[in-house]
């Protein structure tokens, strides 16, 4: 499958249509003349029409730093 313009891998560019597809069967309207009833085949439509704006959200934490954390269990004093 070829990389979609505009998207850094395929796998985001099915998530970001299935996210469009599911607003559009619960109501949305869609922003592109189509003729197809199928939301699925609406989202693609709007992805290539430039339509569907998308934002990859900043990541607070690195995976490393997150595996790094050290827990203390809840009631431990930590005087044993």
């Given at each position: 499958m070829k990389l979609v313009e505009g998207f850094d891998s395929n796998y985001r560019y099915v998530l970001v249509a299935a996210r469009r597809a599911r607003q559009i069967q619960n109501g949305a309207r869609p922003v592109v003349d189509t003729h197809s009833r199928k939301p699925c085949r609406?989202?693609?439509?709007?992805?290539?029409?430039?339509r569907v704006k998308w934002e990859i959200p900043p990541a607070t934490k690195s995976p490393a730093e997150l595996a790094s954390e050290v827990l203390e269990p809840v009631g431990h004093d930590g005087d044993d």
């Open positions: 609406i989202a693609e439509e709007e992805i290539q029409a430039g």
